[in-house]
């Protein structure tokens, strides 16, 4: 079992910038690849990226891409996500997610969540 616990969200204005993290404790956290999600109200989570164990491997939404950035300290056993360039469709609650790479980034599912932070983004 492997417990998540995101922080870093806020209000922020159109073109600002926020960084999320999400700390893991439990089972060995460089077991798993790490992904982010989000879902805005009335509609279904979504998928926004994800990144391999070692952190080689990332993956995108075609919406992010090119303004997100996911990374991941081992050391610390963290998981980031750098936003940029934010628009009023970004606002969300934004949830961590631990899996497989596989799980997260087709079946764009986990086994493991966080609690969500919001992220909300004014025009």
């Known amino acids: 079992q492997v417990q998540l616990v995101e922080s870093g969200g806020g209000l922020v204005q159109a073109g600002g910038s926020l960084r999320l993290s999400c700390a893991a404790s439990?089972?060995?956290?460089?077991?798993?690849?790490m992904g982010w999600f989000r879902q805005a109200p009335g509609k279904e989570r979504e998928f926004v990226a994800a990144?391999?164990?070692?952190?080689?491997?990332?993956y995108y939404s075609d919406s992010v891409k090119g303004r997100f950035t996911i990374s991941r300290d081992n050391a610390k056993n963290t998981v980031y996500l750098q936003m940029n360039s934010l628009k009023p469709e970004d606002t969300a609650v934004y949830y961590c997610?631990?899996?497989?790479?596989?799980?997260?980034?087709?079946?764009?599912?986990?086994?493991?969540w966080g609690q969500g932070t919001q992220v909300t983004v004014s025009s």
């Open positions: 997610a631990a899996d497989s790479l596989h799980t997260i980034v087709v079946v764009k599912s986990s086994d493991y």
């Open positions: 439990g089972r060995t956290f460089i077991s798993y690849a």
């Open positions: 990144i391999s164990w070692s952190g080689g491997s990332t």
